[in-house]
T-cell receptor
């Protein structure tokens, strides 16, 4: 039982490049989430998927897209990376109104 | 948009003292309020949560109180230990469906021995 896994762990991009962050969970959770964490800003919700086949915008969705590929997998795509997207990205999953389980995070630097 | 305010941003206590962190929320439909602890370089992990039908919940040295009328909730840690040093985040569920959470900006707790 791996819980929530994320790939890659680290990534460096140049401005304008694109990439996809992958997330998978093996806990049979319906809901999945993407957050970014910047110093002093807490965890800010980018997008979430309440159930397979649905996605919704969070607090800071601009510059990102998501895909709920199936019940297990939820990916986050940066189409044209900007330095302002330098951050640590966390994926999480949960049953509604219960604990969100976080992945180990992806540290992204955009130069 | 919905908002969660958390205070203080930093808190330093001596080992054995109590620590209190306070949060206020704006969405009157919020009904689930978890607290997460994040150690340096690690992922956030749930330490305690409370639902709106409960006013207080305890788990050993940790307790959470909720005042729905005033829209605020608090984390209380008693008999603090050096291993309690971490960043603590409060959060509130959003909207009627309550599927997503809005987090506070975090409190860095330092416990010195």
């Amino acid at each position: 039982n791996a819980g929530v896994t994320q790939t890659p762990k680290f990534q460096v991009l140049k401005t304008g490049q694109s990439m996809t962050l992958q997330c998978a969970q093996d806990m049979n959770h319906n809901s999945m989430y993407w957050y970014r964490q910047d110093p002093g800003m807490g965890l800010r919700l980018i997008y979430y998927s309440a159930s397979e086949g649905t996605t919704d915008k969070g607090e800071v969705p601009n510059g990102y897209n998501v895909s709920r590929l199936n019940k297990r997998e939820f990916s986050l795509r940066l189409e044209s990376a900007a330095p302002s997207q330098t951050s640590v990205y966390f994926c999480a999953s949960s049953v509604v109104y219960y604990e969100q389980y976080f992945g180990p995070g992806t540290r992204l630097t955009v130069t | 948009g919905e908002n969660v305010e958390q205070h203080p941003s930093t808190l330093s206590v001596q080992e054995g003292d109590s620590a209190v962190i306070k949060c206020t929320y704006s969405d009157s439909a919020s009904n689930y309020f978890p607290w997460y602890k994040q150690e340096l370089g690690k992922r956030p992990q749930l330490i305690i949560d409370i639902r709106s039908n409960v006013g207080e919940k305890k788990d050993q040295r940790i307790a959470v109180t909720l005042n729905k009328t005033a829209k605020h909730f608090s984390l209380h840690i008693t008999e603090t230990q050096p291993e309690d040093s971490a960043v603590y985040f409060c959060a509130a569920s959003i909207g009627q469906a309550g599927t997503a959470l809005i987090f506070g900006k975090g409190t860095t707790l330092s416990v010195s021995s």
